[in-house]
């Protein structure tokens, strides 16, 4: 990966030219800029490693400086230059978020140090926030952006865990797509894609902020409901079937379980869940059914 530049803010002359050729000389690229929103206005338009800039750069007080620069972009290394004098200043602005500072007359050898360590911690970041990313991406379904099957049975695992130590009810939906082979038959793949979109949509607008999504496989999907008896779980469940049936162009069909009265671990939910699915289906469609 290309390394990301330093930006430095400075308004004396001598000393913008005296730090950015010492930068280049230490390999580093520099963009460079004489007031605080012109270096604001680069932030938003590239990404930088590292802003150095000095306390007197602006009429903000030095811990709004921070903040200012860290809403263009929480991501950025700030380094403070400062004379002996404004020390402190530097220091508050370390608790507000910088990453360290510099001091006035430069020392050239303690410069490469805080930068090299700034740099340094901006890529670990950088890197942590990849992996998170990527993370995340292998536990999301690429069509609905609902959570995939496999995050669901991770999930569960560790619900049930948690509600041997500190009991409490929760209730799974599992429902599917009526005649969505058909459907697709009909209308064709992209169309039947867009009804799993669809659902997804009305599946966001129906939860809680506490409650999870995915979809199973093909065209079923598991709402997982923390939290709740079997008896609100049939609520939102009706909710959802009305909304299906108003907004989609083929129904669905809702089988429902919960801990802790159709069993005390994933599997046994998730099969009970299957087995009211699978009722409902059989003797109608369009409709919900209960373990």
């Known amino acids: 990966m290309e390394q990301a530049p330093i930006l430095l803010i400075n308004e004396d002359k001598e000393d913008r030219q005296l730090l950015s050729d010492s930068f280049k000389h230490d390999g580093y690229s520099v963009w460079v800029c004489e007031t605080l929103n012109e270096g604001l206005q680069m ?18 007080e030095s811990r709004q400086l921070v903040r200012k620069i860290k809403t ?52 670990l970041k950088h890197e942590a926030r990849q992996k998170s990313y990527y993370h995340q991406l292998s536990l999301i379904d690429g069509l609905t952006g609902l959570y995939n099957h496999r995050y669901l049975y991770d ?32 209308y064709g793949h992209p169309a039947g894609d867009n009804v799993l979109k669809d659902i997804a949509n009305l599946i966001n607008v129906t939860i809680r902020s506490n409650d999870m999504s995915f979809r199973y496989g093909g065209e079923e999907f598991v709402i997982f409901l923390a939290h709740t008896q079997k008896q609100s779980a049939v609520l939102i469940a009706e909710r959802l079937l009305n909304l299906a049936r108003l907004h989609l162009p083929t129904t669905i069909s809702i089988g ?23 009722k409902a289906k059989t003797t109608g469609k369009d409709r919900i059914c209960l373990s």
């Open 43 to 60: 932030l938003q338009e590239r990404t930088f490693a590292i802003v150095l800039t000095e306390i007197s750069v602006a009429s903000w």
């Open 72 to 123: 263009t972009d929480p991501h950025v290394a700030i380094v403070a230059i400062t004379s002996y004098n404004l020390i402190p200043e530097a220091i508050g602005m370390m608790e507000e978020g910088a990453f360290g500072y510099i001091t006035k007359p430069f020392n050239l050898s303690e410069m490469r140090i805080v930068l090299e360590h700034a740099m340094e911690q901006y890529y």
């Open 155 to 186: 999930v569960l695992g560790k619900k049930m865990h948690d509600i041997k130590q500190n009991p409490q009810h929760l209730s799974i939906l599992m429902f599917d797509i009526d005649n969505f082979k058909e459907y697709n038959d009909t």
């Open 256 to 278: 429902i379980a919960a801990y802790p009265e159709d069993g005390d671990n994933a599997d046994q939910l998730i099969i009970k869940a299957d087995q009211a699915l699978y």
